[in-house]
């Protein structure tokens, strides 16, 4: 009945003003990072004054679709959607399009992304920045301290996960191009399914074999730390070592701020919102938008980690 | 099915059966399962994968390769324990893995301390209430009454509404599941107290899972509520027709592996610094795996708890093994699913053997 109303006044105000007046879908209200997201949206909506109507799918591909075809049947301007389900993108773009209402998707990206009709984008990070700005910034401490051969060990995400295999990836090409400049070795590099505790294991067991390594580069933060704690645990200088996660997270900036986390990346949540929502207008208007906008990754070191505390 | 159990007799003991101790040949596979990391180690890594060949360092051992060992099965060891009692009186607990996520999250939010850097604690759960710097028996009986309260439910519905085990457990997991991501809304729950993080530092899990293993292999073997556990499993009408309440032994087995989990998740998150709703997702199926290859019975009466530590080295040497031969990741889980079932495979031959003799 709420949502009714809202939605019923959000019209009425759409229609009395010629304000630009967006219908916004998320997959779920109660997920940490998407609420960031989420919020970063609505503030770039009060910011310029554009009207937002902005709904929960709660998960349900079905629900999201109602709510796409509930936005185009009051009118709006423009629709911005993030998927539940990736591989189910593919109604709603043609309902949009059918309807001629411009449509984004945001952060997830969609699987018809590269068959997108006019007047529809997708707005996310690209995953390959991640691990490349991660692995590079590795590269420079270690030439930083004069360092020309360093051994490091990789800690790998969920194998079965796209973002593990990408950033994965993205360390070894990194290492095998010409930016790093120092010549890495992995000594190996394992599994810890994102977890902290299974790292934290991992890098254990690694430091029972008695390699000298230089740093560890893991696939998310939660396997950093558990490296840290690991390799604090044994009793070695954290100074000696270089530790790399991805994410940005509280307990990782804090494990920062304490000297034992060296980098990590961060994913603009707040940065793709208004984004997606400014890709939203200017295709309302007419005007023409990349179909693919990359918010980009930051990378976040203890020289400008003070930008990042209260980000996530 | 009926050549294990055949001759048993239900409530009969005979110590001559017991003569030779299964778990022997638990520890057999133990020694060779290290002879043969040891081995392949020397051909192919030329280095040994249990003594010391380091220079700056004097032992004969790989001191830190032995903790590991036996540190990274400690927590789902200390889960074992428990899931071992209700595995010899016939039942199953699919329920501890989701226990030790909602743990983790109800005791840690109750463990948080209130400044970390000097800045206020970014993922305080109740900092409105001002919960913060706690002192740690809270979070501690707070964990524990979790699994209390989680095992008094499976065992009552196990014991009273009859269902079966494995459906009773299977909706305290996703039901407990639920829960560690209701709490907080999916976000993780960090910073606890130098109090709490002293619970699970260093060797104290391994501390804690010895302790209580030598306490519950006591109480299996002497104590009345032993008895009623492999009673129970090998023939619960005997008990009953012999007067012995069922039922409330049931919900004592159910309740002790809940405070188990609960204990696990405590020391878990403790050693991490951290709870997260993702916490423990499998961890039943180790324990169970533990139990079953230290030669516990999924048919119930049958099996110790030194079988079951015997199961969890086993677990902690394949695991430090296949880091130790620098094993492909894709790899090691296929294998460590073929150790499993070859290990029951075998018991399952030896124990048809003497189910004839």
């Not at chain 1, 997959?27 to 997920?31: H, K, N, S, W």
């Not at chain 2, 948080?112 to 400044?115: D, E, G, L, N, T």
């Given at each position: 009945m709420k949502k009714f109303l809202i939605a019923g006044i959000a019209t009425l105000m759409g229609t009395s003003a010629m304000a630009e007046n967006i219908g916004v879908s998320m997959?779920?209200?109660?997920?940490n990072f998407l609420t960031v997201l989420r919020n970063g949206m609505i503030d770039q909506g009060k910011a310029i004054g554009v009207d937002l109507q902005v709904e929960d799918a709660q998960n349900d591909v079905a629900k999201q679709l109602d709510q796409i075809n509930n936005f185009i049947a009051s009118g709006v301007s423009a629709i911005v959607v993030n998927p539940v389900d990736t591989s189910a993108t593919q109604a709603m773009s043609d309902a949009a399009n059918a309807a001629g209402v411009p449509l984004v998707y945001v952060n997830r990206e969609p699987v018809n992304v590269d068959t997108l009709p006019e007047k529809q984008a997708f707005v996310a990070s690209n995953e390959v920045d991640s691990g490349t700005l991660q692995t590079l910034e590795v590269c420079r401490l270690f030439k930083e301290a004069g360092k020309t051969e360093a051994n490091v060990y990789v800690i790998m995400g969920e194998l079965s996960n796209q973002a593990a295999v990408v950033r994965t990836k993205d360390i070894h090409d990194v290492i095998g191009g010409p930016d790093c400049g120092v010549k890495i070795n992995i000594l190996d590099e394992q599994t810890s399914n994102w977890q902290r505790d299974q790292a934290q294991n991992l890098m254990t067991n690694w430091l029972s074999s008695g390699a000298a390594f230089d740093g560890v580069i893991a696939n998310n933060d939660e396997s950093a730390i558990g490296a840290i704690q690991a390799i604090k645990a044994a009793g070695i200088d954290m100074g000696s070592v270089v530790i790399a996660g991805i994410d940005a997270t509280q307990d990782a900036l804090a494990a920062m701020q304490a000297g034992d986390l060296d980098v990590t990346v961060f994913q603009d949540a707040a940065g793709q919102g208004a984004g997606a929502l400014d890709a939203a207008i200017k295709l309302s208007k007419g005007e023409a938008v990349e179909k693919k906008v990359y918010v980009p990754f930051k990378l976040v070191t203890p020289a400008n980690i003070g930008d990042y505390l209260a980000k996530n | 099915m009926s050549t294990t159990t055949h001759g048993l007799g239900g409530l009969k003991y005979d110590p001559s059966r017991r003569a030779r101790a299964p778990e022997w040949n638990v520890f057999f596979a133990l020694i060779g399962i290290v002879l043969i990391f040891e081995l392949v180690g020397r051909i192919f890594m030329g280095d040994s994968f249990l003594f010391n060949t380091r220079d700056n360092v004097d032992a004969i051992f790989n001191h830190q390769r032995l903790q590991i060992i036996i540190l990274q099965v400690s927590i789902t060891g200390i889960i074992a324990l428990g899931v071992t009692q209700v595995i010899i009186s016939g039942g199953i607990d699919l329920s501890s893995g989701s226990i030790v996520g909602a743990t983790a999250m109800v005791a840690m939010s109750f463990a948080?301390?209130?400044?970390v850097n000097g800045n206020p604690n970014p993922k305080a759960i109740f900092a409105a209430q001002g919960w913060l710097d706690l002192p740690v028996i809270v979070p501690v009986m707070v964990g524990l009454g979790c699994g209390l309260l989680a095992g008094f439910v499976n065992g009552a519905l196990v014991a009273y509404t009859k269902i079966p085990p494995f459906i009773a457990t299977l909706g305290m997991m996703v039901t407990a599941r639920g829960i560690a991501k209701w709490w907080s809304k999916g976000n993780p729950i960090s910073f606890p107290t130098d109090s709490y993080a002293a619970i699970g530092k260093g060797m104290m899990p391994v501390v804690i899972f010895v302790g209580l293993a030598v306490l519950f292999h006591l109480i299996l073997t002497y104590t009345r509520y032993g008895k009623h556990c492999y009673g129970i499993g090998s023939n619960e009408q005997a008990m009953r027709m012999s007067g012995i309440n069922v039922e409330k032994s049931k919900v004592l087995i159910y309740v002790i592996a809940g405070l188990l989990s609960a204990l696990a998740a405590i020391v878990l998150s403790s050693k991490n610094l951290t709870a997260q709703a993702g916490m423990g997702v499998m961890y039943e199926l180790d324990a169970i795996a533990m139990a079953v290859i230290g030669g516990v019975s999924l048919q119930g009466g049958r099996g110790s708890i030194i079988g079951t530590v015997l199961g969890a080295l086993i677990f902690g040497v394949i695991i430090s093994g296949f880091t130790f031969l620098k094993l492909d990741a894709y790899y090691q889980e296929m294998v460590k699913g073929v150790i499993i079932v070859g290990a029951v495979v075998l018991d399952q031959w030896r124990q048809r053997g003497r189910g004839r003799g």
């Open positions: 997959a779920l209200f109660d997920d | 948080q301390v209130a400044m």
